[in-house]
């Protein structure tokens, strides 16, 4: 398959706990991407990070990116109730003139 | 500021029905323009996409289609929808390099 994939496939937390998601991928890339998803709705763009860089950072979201393990992850700190949602990766990769989304984790902020 | 919109937001249709979706892009000039389909608690399946006025790219052979007579239009058609067809559509766009895109809110479809 040409599409990351994500890791856990499900994961449930308590309010102010972190949560970290893991992303793979198989082929060289241009940049990688990670959307949440609400229930129901369409998704939005979170954060990107470039084949170059290692590391960014977004207000409680941390991301980064080892281009030599083919792999990301996403660190939400001190997590919150409305954090819950379905997380992708998206991978913009080099061989390939699409971006690809991962079957996505499914986060569970418990109050 | 750039927004998509993208409707109905809820579609139910019988076997054998057309299908069309549409989905426009304000405020941005020569996006490339997405369709998707989501299955419950599953990934995205990319479905068609263009990079301009007429260009369509088709990704997996099936009863529906892509049409964009507009740079910031694109719209999603079927002659006979199917059961299979139901599902969550979603319309996105992103500047010509790709780096990130922006989806409409989605279109839940239900074929009976």
């Known amino acids: 398959s040409q599409q990351g994939e994500e890791d856990p496939q499900a994961l449930s937390i308590q309010e102010g706990e972190n949560a970290t998601m893991n992303c793979s991928y198989k082929t060289s890339i241009n940049n990688l991407q990670w959307y949440r998803q609400n229930s129901g709705r369409g998704l939005v763009h979170l954060i990107l990070i470039r084949s170059n860089e290692r590391e960014k950072h977004s207000g409680r979201l941390r991301v980064t990116l080892d281009t030599s393990k083919k792999s990301s992850s996403l660190l939400i700190t001190a997590s919150r109730a409305a954090d819950t949602a379905s997380y992708f990766c998206a991978t913009d990769q080099t061989s390939y003139d699409k971006v690809i989304f991962g079957p996505g984790t499914s986060l569970s902020v418990i109050p | 500021s750039q927004t998509i919109h993208q409707w109905p937001a809820t579609l139910v249709q019988p076997v054998g029905s057309p299908l069309s979706l549409e989905c426009t892009v304000e405020g941005t000039s020569n996006p490339n323009l997405y369709w998707y389909r989501q299955a419950a608690g599953r990934g995205l399946q990319l479905l068609f996409y263009?990079?301009?006025?007429?260009?369509i790219s088709s990704e997996v052979p099936q009863n529906l289609s892509a049409s964009r007579p507009q740079d910031r239009q694109f719209i999603l058609s079927s002659k006979k929808l199917l059961l299979s067809d139901s599902g969550f559509y979603l319309c996105a766009w992103s500047p010509p390099r790709r780096a990130g895109y922006t989806f409409g809110s989605g279109t839940r479809l239900t074929v009976v």
């Open positions: 263009s990079v301009g006025i007429g260009q």
